[in-house]
Protein backbone atom coordinates (compact mmCIF):
# COMPACT_ATOMS: atom_id res chain seq x y z
CA UNK A 1 0.00 0.00 0.00
CA UNK A 2 2.78 2.60 1.08
CA UNK A 3 4.70 1.21 -2.03
CA UNK A 4 1.62 2.16 -4.50
CA UNK A 5 1.47 5.83 -3.32
CA UNK A 6 5.40 6.40 -3.40
CA UNK A 7 4.59 4.82 -6.97
CA UNK A 8 1.63 6.79 -8.04
CA UNK A 9 3.67 9.97 -6.89
CA UNK A 10 6.43 8.97 -9.46
CA UNK A 11 3.82 7.93 -12.26
CA UNK A 12 2.35 11.66 -11.82
CA UNK A 13 5.92 13.61 -11.79
CA UNK A 14 7.12 11.83 -14.91
CA UNK A 15 3.66 12.66 -16.81
CA UNK A 16 4.41 16.52 -16.48
CA UNK A 17 6.81 15.79 -19.07
CA UNK A 18 4.72 14.86 -22.13
CA UNK A 19 1.13 16.36 -20.18
CA UNK A 20 1.85 20.07 -20.06
CA UNK A 21 -2.13 20.32 -18.37
CA UNK A 22 -0.45 18.20 -15.76
CA UNK A 23 -1.24 20.30 -11.90
CA UNK A 24 2.40 19.34 -11.32
CA UNK A 25 3.92 20.51 -14.02
CA UNK A 26 4.04 23.88 -12.03
CA UNK A 27 5.35 23.36 -8.58
CA UNK A 28 5.77 25.71 -5.44
CA UNK A 29 9.67 26.10 -4.34
CA UNK A 30 10.11 27.58 -1.22
CA UNK A 31 13.39 28.74 0.13
CA UNK A 32 14.51 29.96 3.29
CA UNK A 33 16.12 33.70 2.36
CA UNK A 34 19.31 34.96 3.65
CA UNK A 35 17.91 36.80 6.47
CA UNK A 36 15.80 33.78 7.34
CA UNK A 37 12.45 34.51 6.58
CA UNK A 38 10.17 32.31 4.17
CA UNK A 39 10.01 32.68 0.76
CA UNK A 40 7.99 30.63 -1.94
CA UNK A 41 7.13 31.18 -5.74
CA UNK A 42 6.03 28.99 -8.58
CA UNK A 43 8.37 26.93 -11.20
CA UNK A 44 8.17 24.83 -13.88
CA UNK A 45 9.17 21.14 -13.47
CA UNK A 46 11.47 20.52 -16.39
CA UNK A 47 12.88 16.92 -15.18
CA UNK A 48 11.84 14.03 -12.63
CA UNK A 49 14.48 11.64 -12.56
CA UNK A 50 12.39 8.37 -10.98
CA UNK A 51 15.85 6.60 -10.30
CA UNK A 52 17.28 9.44 -8.20
CA UNK A 53 14.07 11.12 -7.10
CA UNK A 54 15.74 14.43 -8.63
CA UNK A 55 13.80 17.35 -10.01
CA UNK A 56 15.06 19.85 -12.50
CA UNK A 57 14.18 23.30 -12.69
CA UNK A 58 15.41 26.19 -14.88
CA UNK A 59 15.95 29.84 -13.67
CA UNK A 60 18.14 32.91 -13.76
CA UNK A 61 21.38 32.19 -11.58
CA UNK A 62 20.69 36.27 -10.66
CA UNK A 63 17.90 35.71 -9.02
CA UNK A 64 17.29 36.27 -5.58
CA UNK A 65 16.14 32.27 -5.28
CA UNK A 66 20.02 31.60 -5.50
CA UNK A 67 21.65 33.52 -3.17
CA UNK A 68 18.66 31.55 -0.48
CA UNK A 69 19.75 28.47 -1.76
CA UNK A 70 23.20 28.74 -1.25
CA UNK A 71 22.69 29.91 2.14
CA UNK A 72 20.47 26.98 3.21
CA UNK A 73 20.34 24.58 0.26
CA UNK A 74 16.94 22.46 1.61
CA UNK A 75 13.93 23.63 0.10
CA UNK A 76 10.37 22.63 -0.25
CA UNK A 77 9.04 21.83 -3.23
CA UNK A 78 5.08 21.82 -2.85
CA UNK A 79 2.77 19.91 -5.48
CA UNK A 80 -0.77 19.96 -5.68
CA UNK A 81 -3.47 18.02 -7.95
CA UNK A 82 -6.95 19.88 -7.12
CA UNK A 83 -8.77 16.93 -9.43
CA UNK A 84 -7.48 14.91 -6.64
CA UNK A 85 -7.15 16.56 -3.78
CA UNK A 86 -4.02 15.52 -3.27
CA UNK A 87 -1.15 17.57 -1.87
CA UNK A 88 2.85 16.42 -1.48
CA UNK A 89 5.84 18.33 -0.07
CA UNK A 90 8.95 17.16 -1.46
CA UNK A 91 11.53 18.29 1.04
CA UNK A 92 14.64 18.20 -1.13
CA UNK A 93 18.60 19.88 -1.21
CA UNK A 94 19.61 21.34 -4.22
CA UNK A 95 22.97 18.91 -5.48
CA UNK A 96 23.70 20.87 -8.25
CA UNK A 97 23.62 24.33 -10.14
CA UNK A 98 25.13 24.43 -13.66
CA UNK A 99 25.02 26.48 -16.86
CA UNK A 100 24.27 24.24 -19.79
CA UNK A 101 25.17 25.95 -23.12
CA UNK A 102 23.83 23.17 -25.06
CA UNK A 103 20.42 22.71 -22.89
CA UNK A 104 20.39 26.51 -23.57
CA UNK A 105 20.26 26.73 -27.40
CA UNK A 106 17.60 24.00 -27.48
CA UNK A 107 15.31 26.47 -25.92
CA UNK A 108 13.06 28.30 -27.59
CA UNK A 109 13.58 31.76 -28.77
CA UNK A 110 11.35 33.28 -26.36
CA UNK A 111 12.02 31.49 -23.57
CA UNK A 112 16.00 32.01 -23.85
CA UNK A 113 14.76 35.76 -23.72
CA UNK A 114 13.94 35.54 -20.18
CA UNK A 115 17.17 34.43 -18.99
CA UNK A 116 18.98 37.51 -20.97
CA UNK A 117 17.23 40.85 -19.67
CA UNK A 118 19.96 43.51 -18.83
CA UNK A 119 19.77 43.89 -15.21
CA UNK A 120 19.17 40.94 -12.91
CA UNK A 121 15.26 39.56 -11.56
CA UNK A 122 13.95 41.77 -9.23
CA UNK A 123 15.58 45.16 -10.52
CA UNK A 124 13.37 48.37 -9.99
CA UNK A 125 12.39 49.22 -13.87
CA UNK A 126 10.79 52.89 -14.32
CA UNK A 127 8.43 51.41 -16.40
CA UNK A 128 7.93 47.95 -18.48
CA UNK A 129 9.71 49.67 -21.89
CA UNK A 130 12.90 50.10 -20.10
CA UNK A 131 13.66 46.55 -19.74
CA UNK A 132 16.17 45.26 -21.80
CA UNK A 133 17.76 42.43 -23.36
CA UNK A 134 21.62 41.53 -23.93
CA UNK A 135 23.36 38.46 -25.78
CA UNK A 136 24.88 37.41 -22.45
CA UNK A 137 22.44 34.35 -20.85
CA UNK A 138 22.19 33.68 -17.14
CA UNK A 139 20.44 30.32 -17.95
CA UNK A 140 20.94 27.86 -14.87
CA UNK A 141 19.25 24.53 -14.33
CA UNK A 142 18.87 23.58 -10.52
CA UNK A 143 19.08 19.59 -9.67
CA UNK A 144 17.25 18.97 -5.77
CA UNK A 145 17.59 15.99 -4.49
CA UNK A 146 14.27 14.27 -2.51
CA UNK A 147 15.01 13.53 1.79
CA UNK A 148 11.66 13.28 2.82
CA UNK A 149 8.00 12.98 0.70
CA UNK A 150 4.74 13.88 2.69
CA UNK A 151 1.70 12.55 1.08
CA UNK A 152 -2.00 14.10 1.44
CA UNK A 153 -5.03 13.01 -0.31
CA UNK A 154 -8.65 14.16 1.05
CA UNK A 155 -11.20 11.75 0.35
CA UNK A 156 -14.06 10.19 2.30
CA UNK A 157 -14.59 8.42 4.59
CA UNK A 158 -10.93 8.61 4.99
CA UNK A 159 -8.24 10.83 4.05
CA UNK A 160 -4.79 9.30 4.02
CA UNK A 161 -1.64 10.26 4.64
CA UNK A 162 1.81 9.08 4.51
CA UNK A 163 5.53 10.12 5.02
CA UNK A 164 8.61 8.96 3.30
CA UNK A 165 12.24 9.65 4.15
CA UNK A 166 15.38 8.38 2.47
CA UNK A 167 17.87 6.65 4.73
CA UNK A 168 20.60 4.80 4.15
CA UNK A 169 19.85 4.86 0.45
CA UNK A 170 16.08 3.99 0.73
CA UNK A 171 13.01 4.59 1.42
CA UNK A 172 10.83 4.40 4.46
CA UNK A 173 7.96 5.32 4.63
CA UNK A 174 4.85 4.79 7.53
CA UNK A 175 1.27 6.18 7.63
CA UNK A 176 0.53 8.88 9.33
CA UNK A 177 -2.27 10.93 10.82
CA UNK A 178 -3.87 13.49 8.37
C1 LIG B 1 3.39 30.15 -14.22
C2 LIG B 1 4.76 30.58 -13.75
C3 LIG B 1 5.86 29.80 -14.06
C4 LIG B 1 7.14 30.20 -13.65
N1 LIG B 1 8.20 29.40 -13.94
C5 LIG B 1 9.44 29.77 -13.51
C6 LIG B 1 10.57 28.90 -13.72
O1 LIG B 1 10.47 27.82 -14.30
N2 LIG B 1 11.76 29.32 -13.25
C7 LIG B 1 11.93 30.51 -12.59
O2 LIG B 1 13.05 30.82 -12.18
N3 LIG B 1 10.88 31.33 -12.37
C8 LIG B 1 9.65 30.98 -12.81
N4 LIG B 1 8.57 31.80 -12.58
C9 LIG B 1 8.80 33.08 -11.87
C10 LIG B 1 8.96 32.83 -10.38
O3 LIG B 1 7.69 32.56 -9.81
C11 LIG B 1 9.63 34.01 -9.66
O4 LIG B 1 8.86 35.16 -9.82
C12 LIG B 1 11.03 34.28 -10.18
O5 LIG B 1 11.73 33.07 -10.41
C13 LIG B 1 11.82 35.12 -9.20
O6 LIG B 1 11.89 34.44 -7.98
P1 LIG B 1 12.90 34.87 -6.81
O7 LIG B 1 12.90 36.37 -6.82
O8 LIG B 1 12.32 34.31 -5.59
O9 LIG B 1 14.25 34.32 -7.13
C14 LIG B 1 7.30 31.41 -12.94
C15 LIG B 1 6.17 32.18 -12.63
C16 LIG B 1 4.93 31.78 -13.03
C17 LIG B 1 3.75 32.63 -12.69
Not at 36 to 64: M, Q, S
Request: include cysteine; glycine fraction near 2%; charge should be positive.
Amino acid sequence: MLDNILRDCQTAWIKTKTKKNHPFRYVTLSTVSPDGLPEARVVVLRHFDAANYTFKIYTDARTPKMKSINTTPTVELLFYDHRKLTQIRVKATCEEQKHDAALFAQQHEAAQKDYTTAVPPGTPLKGMDQLEYTEENHFTVLTFKAIQIDYLRLKRPNHQRAIFNFNAGQWEGSFVTP
